[in-house]
């Protein structure tokens, strides 16, 4: 039987490690457009929670962007952390027009910004929405606390821990209140 209290920490880490597996398996069988799969995912735990962390203040301080130190507080506070994204996404060739282009002929090749690679097929990100879906649903059956957070997405990336061209953290938590709400 599993017991976690507040002196018990290595048990808490490695349960929120496996919910946190359990999420990325979510991720990768959750339903995509045409059944093509783009989806990429990592869990992080341990030292690259505080690389991740420590990476993410650096990054708000140098571009001036705000609430990367907030984000990085809730990281660091983290058992895990899951990484989502898409790599590579080809277009579903529906010409639709929902990526801003009549026909996806016209869709330009993928090109880095100062975050993440685009334009994509609007497609491919539902899929990247839908695969962060499923793998919070997965953590919420488990009583573990969330929060899907962009911040860690470019940072993620920017440092190595995910290869994906755009990608979403969901960091993960299990105490009395849920840290990543009312911050």
């Known amino acids: 039987m599993l017991h976690l209290t507040a002196g018990s920490p290595n048990v808490m880490e490695s349960t929120l490690r496996l919910v ?3 999420m990325e398996l979510s991720a990768i069988t959750a339903p995509k457009a045409g059944g093509k799969d783009y989806i990429v995912t990592k869990v992080i735990a341990g030292d690259e929670l505080n690389t991740l962390a420590d990476a993410m203040v650096q990054y708000g301080q140098q571009s001036g962007k705000r609430n990367f130190d907030r984000d990085a507080a809730g990281v660091k506070a983290a058992g895990a952390v899951l990484l989502v994204g ?9 010409n639709c027009g929902a990526c801003g282009y009549a026909k996806c002929a016209d869709l330009p090749e993928p090109q880095e910004g100062p975050e993440f690679t685009g334009p ?6 539902i899929d990247l929405g839908i695969a962060v879906s499923s793998a919070v649903k997965t953590a919420s059956i488990h009583n573990v606390d969330n929060r899907i957070m ?7 990336r920017k440092i190595g821990l995910i290869d994906a061209n755009v990608a979403l953290g969901v960091p993960l938590s299990a105490t009395g209140k849920n840290i990543y709400f009312d911050r």
Not at 86 to 94: E, F, G, H, M, N
């Open 20 to 22: 946190a597996e359990l």
């Open 86 to 94: 898409i790599k590579d996404a080809r277009p579903l060739s529906l």
């Open 120 to 125: 994509y097929c609007a497609w491919r990100f």
């Open 150 to 156: 962009y911040r860690i997405g470019p940072v993620a």
